[in-house]
């Protein structure tokens, strides 16, 4: 269904779009999408730069957490 469009469907959906959007209204979700985008790119790269410095500081912080009773059972 969406293979038949062309480029003559896409340009009357865009019209209508702003129709019932208005240019304004469109202009400020585009803007908030790119602000989007530009947030999750920086938490990835916050999160992918966390887990290489923490690759170290993992296996010296891990402590036994299992209950005393438990360790007993094995």
Do not use: Q, Y
């Amino acid at each position: 269904m969406l293979n038949n469009i062309g480029l003559p469907g896409l340009l009357l959906i865009a019209v209508v779009v702003l129709v019932l959007f208005g240019r304004g209204k469109i202009s400020s979700l585009m803007g908030e999408v790119g602000k989007g985008i530009t947030s999750f790119k920086k938490g990835v790269a916050e999160g992918t730069k966390e887990l290489e410095d923490g690759k170290d500081d993992a296996s010296e912080t891990a402590k036994d957490v299992t209950p005393k009773d438990e360790k007993d059972k094995v």
